[in-house]
């Protein structure tokens, strides 16, 4: 079946501005992740969600980044009020579910590029 | 908390040739997976290998395989045979496996490798 998709893929906000970014897993998918990629860096982990639980936030970097998926399939990522350090890639990755000694493909997104200006 | 270390930002290697990706890590935990992933331009990330820490048979998967050092806690990426489509970013990455809760089935990457394969 289809991958996990992202949109919009790219995405220009002016400082001060509110984006959403959306992801749409893979049908089935349990397990949902969002990650931000600074240009040059590897991403790193801002939330995850089983199903429509958001079981870690501990990597969002502010009170400005609110994520929710209500009906367990669709996830957005929105960011308030943009800041130019917001500029990166933001990635989102399904996989089937994810337990202790469970380990499932994590399926990443094209990714969206914001830049804030 | 645990580090990916990857102390190549940039490699290159000749088309058919091999060529060795670096990756050391840092962590207390006994049990966890390492992993080889991906990221062509077009920026969609693709698993490559992995490989579980109770393991000590290095996977292997066709053209790539990886040599794993668990007590050096090293985990390289060798590419035979190298093809013009290998060139991509290659990231390590790490994720726990012997507690639960969300933020242990996080990925955990390095800084990358970009690789770049000469015709």
């Known amino acids: 079946g289809a991958g996990v998709s992202q949109s919009p893929r790219y995405k220009v906000a002016k400082r001060g501005q509110d984006v959403a970014l959306r992801c749409d897993p893979i049908s089935g998918h349990v397990s949902l992740f969002w990650y931000q990629q600074a240009l040059g860096q590897g991403p790193e982990f801002l939330t995850y969600f089983q199903n429509e639980a958001q079981l870690d936030k501990s990597g969002l970097p502010s009170d400005r980044f609110f994520a929710e998926r209500p009906e367990g399939s669709v996830s957005t990522l929105k960011i308030q009020r943009t800041q130019q350090e917001d500029s990166a890639v933001y990635l989102c990755?399904?996989?089937?579910?994810?337990?202790?000694?469970?380990?499932?493909?994590?399926?990443f997104g094209p990714g969206t590029r914001l830049t804030v200006l | 908390a645990q580090t990916v270390t990857q102390s190549q930002p940039e490699m290159s290697v000749q088309e058919a040739e091999t060529v060795t990706l670096s990756c050391t890590y840092d962590t207390s935990e006994s049990d966890y997976y390492l992993f080889w992933y991906k990221q062509p331009p077009s920026r969609q990330m693709i698993l490559v290998i992995r490989?579980?820490?109770?393991?000590?048979q290095n996977a292997t998967e066709n053209r790539f395989s990886v040599n794993f050092q668990k007590a050096a806690k090293s985990f390289s990426l060798k590419i035979s045979d190298s093809q013009l489509g290998d060139a991509a970013m290659y990231f390590c990455?790490?994720?726990?496996?012997?507690?639960?809760?969300?933020?242990?089935?996080?990925?955990?990457f390095g800084k990358g490798t970009l690789l770049t394969v000469n015709p």
């Open positions: 990455a790490y994720r726990s496996a012997n507690r639960s809760g969300g933020s242990n089935y996080k990925l955990t």
């Open positions: 990755a399904s996989s089937l579910w994810e337990g202790v000694r469970v380990l499932n493909e994590q399926f």
């Open positions: 490989q579980e820490a109770y393991k000590q």
